[in-house]
């Protein structure tokens, strides 16, 4: 059974930083890519940052050179450190395949005060 479990949110003031962590089982981690995606209020999830098997990155624009997606086969866990946080980066933030085939953990909240 495939489980995903992330942790690490919390509220912090806007120029702060939080490392997101997601802990996968039940799934061939190795060789999926994998990726963070963002639920902000009232809008649709989106994917922020996603990383394949071989570790290679991408980003939406809005978080580039700010975020950092990384992964540890070893531990089967994604991790997304975010830095020079910004009020529009609040939301639940979820990990997932690639695909988003995955079924949806609990997710973290993410909250950026000005």
């Known amino acids: 059974q495939v489980q995903l479990v992330e942790s690490g949110g919390g509220l912090v003031q806007a120029g702060g930083s939080l490392r997101l962590s997601c802990a996968v089982t039940g799934v061939g981690f190795r060789f999926a890519d994998m990726g963070w995606y963002r639920q902000a209020p009232g809008q649709q999830r989106e994917l922020v940052a996603s990383i394949t098997s071989g570790s290679n990155t991408n980003y939406i624009d809005s978080v580039k050179g700010r975020f950092t997606i990384s992964r540890d086969n070893a531990q089967k866990t994604v991790y997304l450190q975010m830095n020079s946080l910004k009020p529009e980066d609040t939301g639940v933030y979820y990990c997932?395949?690639?695909?988003?085939?995955?079924?949806w953990g609990q997710g973290t909240q993410v909250t950026v005060s000005s």
């Open positions: 997932n395949n690639r695909h988003a085939s995955l079924s």
